[in-house]
């Protein structure tokens, strides 16, 4: 358990469907980072917060997708309109801005199958 | 990042020692190279991080020559649970003014067998 928490865990939703996940980062973690991962590939960015503030968004992140971090503690990704090609993992990150940055320490994260 | 490239999968039986060379021609002079587990099912996990000779820690020891353009993963004694996929990832660990997002490849394979 490296205290990164995901849920849920596993999503099954129809095509067209919106669907939310959660992620919430090590308290003093102030770096959270959202990565999609599919089958026999690595981690793919997604997303970056430095508290509250979204700095950087991958051109993977289609505008059906969104994410937030409020008050810069916990962090949600939305996807509207789900498609089959979003089926994957979603993992998050967090990390210390004051220590190593290609430290990370990742969720279990959440699978997400459309159907 | 600079490119990695590492072998897409490796054999091995318990207790020998699996060493998994990663290249990595266009490190850069602020270049770490780091090193990832991941377990099915799970998100990586950070194994081990060097810049140049050797580093050894609980897990893992870490190999890197001189040039730095190939660095190796050795795990000693592997055991069943050690089978995962392991990442070799390059890039500067201090980045100012923002995050550092992890650029993974397809990582090796290893499967450990009795």
Sequence with gaps: ?115 | LAKTTQPISMDSYEGQEVNITCSHNNIATNDYITWYQQFPSQGPRFIIQGYKTKVTNEVASLFIPADRKSSTLSLPRVSLSDTAVYYCLVGDKVVTGGGNKLTFGTGTQLKVEL
């Design chain 1, 1 to 115: 358990d490296t205290g990164v928490s995901q849920d849920p865990r596993h999503k099954i939703t129809k095509r067209g469907q919106n669907v939310t996940f959660r992620c919430d980062p090590i308290s003093e973690h102030n770096r959270l980072y959202w990565y999609r991962q599919t089958l026999g590939q690595g981690p793919e960015f997604l997303t970056y917060f430095q508290n509250e503030a979204q700095l950087e968004k991958s051109r993977l992140l289609s505008d059906r997708f969104s994410a937030e971090r409020p008050k810069g503690s916990f962090s949600t990704l939305e996807i509207q309109r789900t498609e089959q090609g979003d089926s994957a993992m979603y993992l998050c990150a967090s990390s210390d801005s004051g220590q190593n940055s290609l430290e990370q320490y990742f969720g279990p994260g959440t699978r997400l199958t459309v159907t």
